[in-house]
């Protein structure tokens, strides 16, 4: 990928008048038509991205016809390794495998956040049935208490009162 300049050069084995041939070339993928070669004799190409080309070149005689026959040489210039197949699949695979990580995280989260409520609500309903529980055995106390003060009260003006002759008028008729 990164020897992606080339030049060729070419000639003819027609020697005896040689300023008097031509020539035409393309590198198939970047010229779009033929390229007039000139007294160059060359063919300069840079900066070619990675891909096969396929150049091809064709010259005239001495007398100046076409040859009907064109040489040609394939190309291939390879794609850094970060830009092959593999590379792609494996950015992929880890975008994949980081896309996996973060559900799993988000999910696990979530349920932590959902026992969370759980456990608070729990604690919620524990309070209040304590609260509950509190309440009941208040009322329940009072309502013992109540009945058993108002027994109390003259049970003890009652024993206070044995000795005296106020016993009678506790006497139900």
Known sequence: YDQNAITFKFSSLDFNSSDHIQFLYMLEGIDKDWVKSGPLR????TNLDPGEYTFKVKGTNSDGIWSGK?????????PPFWKTAWAYAIY?????????????????????????RIRDLEAKKIREI??????????????????L???KGPSEQLLNDVGSNRIEQYKLI
């Open 42 to 45: 060359s063919a300069n190409y």
């Open 70 to 78: 064109t040489v040609s040489i394939n190309i291939k210039i390879a």
């Open 92 to 116: 992929i695979f880890f975008i994949g495998l980081g896309l996996f990580a973060i559900r799993k995280f988000e999910l696990s989260r979530s349920r932590l956040r959902n026992e969370l």
């Open 130 to 147: 304590e609260n509950m529980k509190s309440r009941f055995f208040a009322n329940l106390s009072h309502e013992f208490r109540t009945p």
């Open 149 to 151: 003060m108002l027994i």
